[in-house]
């Protein structure tokens, strides 16, 4: 299956302005030194351009952790990674894919860098070595002062244990004496060297602390101290950090960029209109922003949009089935003693901001607490009634921070819920407003802090422990929000396409907490509600779970990625292992049984015994037969949200490997090492429309159809008119349809999807028709025509999705 094969467009690459290639949609490559650099991107550049992609999106591409394999931990902001293949591959794979007519968008890490090996970030090692005095020391978000609860140094979270210090030595193997604590170095400030360790330690510019002392003077990427974050408001700092961004738009080898947590930025308005700048008006600029919901995106941002996240909320919500509701709401009631519903999401919400600002991001909090009095000019005000007051705002902020143009006002409305709940907060409200009305050090301090608290709370922890239906806890998602109406999701594509038509969307990302395909099948689990709540009590029954909470949480996981083929689990290469790795990180991330910071063996132990015993025995072939009976409309599911993302308004973006089916979840899950070869032989190999089957033919061929179309008619896409279409007959509820075209004039496409399909395997579409626009329409799955009424039986009777053609 080629595109010429199709006699729909010329593919002839066709080479274009500088810095003017239009991003029709997207392919996102996870490159890493040991499984696909800048030359294996290369080897994969004429099979993407089979598949019809217009750019590469790739990982961050600049000098990383030596080993990492997903570069977020860059350690040298101005190299390009020599592992990946320096400069030279870069130019090579940019060069490649131009002669293709594609492109490269890249991915840049602006608000931290990689410090968990000082040795490998000369910034860094030179503010160990020389302190404040260092040339770099105002590059970083340290706090130097007195009383910052390490003497005035920088505390280094790395001791593990009590006897850490008894560890310490001095390292003289190499040019410069190193203080050493099993495998990590530290340097040694000049004049300080010539006693034992621990006294060379304490005439350091930096303190080695525990881990669990709630000790770090400088600003992290949320909790993770091996992140240090940047001060890209100082100009210096963000020509250094943007020198090699700038090379390449200067020898056009990039079109556009993504921006990986702008939220954490000081200034992150300010930090978007000095890179578009940069940029040019030309190449597209789109940041990680993860709206709340219902919260706008600002339309004063010199963007083009998100990085899609919100798109995947509506794609996902609008096949969820609203009738599943209440059995699974009680399924949840009966498993954990809660209902996973709204009211005890928006209480656990606030319940673990609190305890994530009093614990891992207490660094934090102090040193914002600190900000406020000092803004304030409240040195003496207590500081616990003031920094309880500042978390319970904090707590209570519903998004990830408020200072965009279209949240004004959301602050006081915060602070005035939060004093009527408990007037005794009044006074020390006061002194934060005053603070925060000074517009300095307290209110940037406060939004970074948002953000980090609602990451911290709610993606890495609350959404491991709702349980109702784990397919809508996902990122920029709300498990508070069962479904979305088909009304609802064709108001969210059409203010999409008039105001960011040039947004990303997307299913999968390497930081969605399930794949696409895998969400697609939990969420089928609402259209059998009653049934799977009687499956799921029974296998409790047969194989008790050491926690009901864990166990309904894990079923629907291991029923998301249970194999399709009727093998048994057991027999898949992997997945035991995965499964058994995925449960680990989910239990203590949910922090409730086990954690990270304290993990419970036992515990532990129980869950990987069950999960044993769930996947070789009764509850295991119970599972087989589910996913065996309902994968026909697991898969409508998955080609209905592909079809109608590849298709919508905004550019699409493929995650690596889901043209075919997929089951990952979480990283490094998701991460995996993708077999491309396999991918290109199938493409080439499919000559008629594929069944739905557990082969993802029948997926990669409507990928490959609809960005074919894309680029065929690009002006009925990326800024191309919207139009919702409707159904008429007793089945209608069960279709979503939407016409694309040029700006003002009649669809020339018409994208059309199966919902709920389990209720239409017993009623049927019965004389359920679709009102064509005039003329004749084709689809391009299948090759049928259309005009005038046409019957939806008709238009599925081969596949639950149609791409109809004028």
Request: glycine share 8%; proline share 7%.
């Amino acid at each position: 299956m080629t595109e010429s094969a199709t006699h729909t467009t010329d593919p002839t690459p066709r080479r274009r302005a500088p810095a003017r290639r239009p991003v029709r949609s997207t392919y996102r490559l996870q490159l890493r030194p040991d499984a696909l650099t800048f030359a294996d991107a290369r080897s994969i550049a004429e099979y993407l351009q089979q598949l019809g992609i217009s750019h590469l999106y790739l990982s961050p591409i600049l000098t990383a952790v030596r080993g990492s394999t997903h570069g977020y931990d860059v350690t040298d902001p101005t190299t390009v990674s020599a592992a990946l293949g320096g400069p030279a591959g870069l130019k090579a794979l940019a060069d490649e894919v131009r002669t293709r007519g594609m492109g490269l968008i890249v991915d840049l890490v602006p608000n931290h860098v990689g410090v968990g090996d000082p040795r490998q970030n000369k910034w860094w090692w030179d503010v160990l070595r020389h302190g404040r005095e260092s040339q770099y020391a105002h590059w970083f978000d340290i706090d130097w002062s007195q009383g910052n609860g390490a003497g005035g140094r920088l505390a280094l979270p790395v001791l593990q244990g009590e006897n850490d210090p008894a560890a310490l030595g001095v390292d003289r193997s190499g040019p410069e004496p190193m203080l050493s604590l099993h495998d990590m170095r530290f340097p040694i400030a000049p004049g300080t060297d010539g006693d034992n360790a621990l006294r060379i330690h304490d005439r350091q510019h930096y303190r080695l602390v525990s881990w669990k002392s709630g000790v770090c003077t400088y600003r992290r990427f949320f909790a993770v101290s091996e992140l240090a974050a940047v001060r890209q408001e100082d100009p210096e700092v963000f020509e250094a950090t943007h020198r090699e961004l700038a090379a390449w738009c200067e020898h056009d080898l990039i079109d556009g960029v993504r921006i990986d947590h702008p939220d954490g930025l000081a200034d992150p308005i300010g930090y978007l209109h000095r890179l578009r700048k940069l940029l040019g008006p030309d190449r597209l600029l789109l940041i990680e922003k993860i709206l709340a919901n219902r919260e706008p995106l600002d339309p004063t941002l010199p963007i083009d949009g998100t990085t899609g996240y919100d798109a995947l909320a509506d794609l996902g919500g609008v096949l969820i089935d609203p009738a599943g509701e209440p059995a699974l709401t009680e399924l949840s009631r009966r498993f954990t003693g809660h209902g996973s519903d709204r009211s005890w999401i928006g209480e656990t919400e606030h319940r673990i901001k609190r305890a994530v600002a009093e614990t891992i991001l207490s660094p934090e909090v102090r040193r914002l607490v600190a900000a406020i009095k000092h803004d304030a000019d409240t040195p003496g005000f207590d500081t616990m009634a003031l920094t309880n007051a500042t978390i319970e705002v904090l707590a209570f902020m519903p998004v990830y921070r408020a200072d965009y143009s279209p949240l004004a006002g959301m602050t006081g409305a915060v602070v005035a819920e939060v004093e009527r709940r408990n007037a005794e907060l009044t006074a020390p409200l006061q002194v934060l407003v005053t603070a925060l009305a000074r517009d300095g050090e307290a209110q940037i301090r406060f939004d970074q802090v948002c953000g980090a608290m609602t990451a911290k709370a709610v993606e890495d922890a609350m959404f491991y422990r709702a349980v109702r239906l784990i397919s809508l806890q996902e990122v920029g998602g709300s498990p508070a929000r069962f479904a979305r109406s088909v009304n609802e999701f064709h108001l969210a594509n059409s203010e999409r396409a008039r105001r960011w038509p040039s947004s990303m969307t997307t299913l999968s990302t390497h930081d969605t907490k399930r794949g696409e395909d895998v969400r697609a099948r939990i969420g089928v689990l609402s259209q059998v509600g009653n049934t799977w709540a009687r499956r799921v009590r029974t296998w409790q029954e047969a194989t008790p779970s050491p926690d009901g909470a864990t166990a309904l949480f894990l079923l629907q996981n291991m029923f998301g990625v249970w194999p399709a083929d009727g093998r048994p689990a057991s027999s898949v290469p992997g997945l035991r292992e995965r499964i058994h790795q995925y449960a680990e990180k989910a239990i203590r991330e949910a922090g409730t049984r086990t954690s990270w910071e304290d993990p419970d063996t036992e515990f532990e132990t129980a869950v990987h015994r069950w999960l044993d015993a769930v996947i070789d025995g009764p509850v295991g072939s119970g599972l087989n037969d589910l996913v065996h009976e309902l994968a026909p409309h697991a898969w409508s599911d998955a080609l209905a949200q592909k079809l109608l993302q590849l298709c919508g308004p905004g550019v699409p973006d493929i995650y690596q490997g889901c043209e075919l089916w997929e089951d990952s979840l979480v990283d490094p899950d998701n991460r995996r090492p993708v077999d491309f070869a396999v991918r290109a032989g199938m493409l080439q190999m499919l000559e008629t429309t594929p069944p739905l089957d557990p082969t993802g033919a029948a997926k990669m061929w409507v990928v490959a159809y609809a960005l074919w179309l894309r680029r065929e008619r690009p002006e009925c896409f990326v800024g191309g008119s919207y139009l919702p279409m409707h159904a008429i007959g007793e089945q209608a509820g069960h279709l979503i349809c939407y016409g694309r075209g040029k700006p003002g004039r009649l669809p020339e496409v018409l994208v059309a999807a199966t919902r709920h399909s389990v209720k239409l395997k017993e009623t049927g579409w019965a004389d359920t028709v679709l009102d064509l626009p005039p003329g004749v329409w084709t689809d391009r799955l299948t090759g049928e025509t259309f005009q005038g009424r046409a019957h939806l039986e008709k238009i599925f009777d081969r596949l639950p999705v149609a791409l109809l053609v004028r």
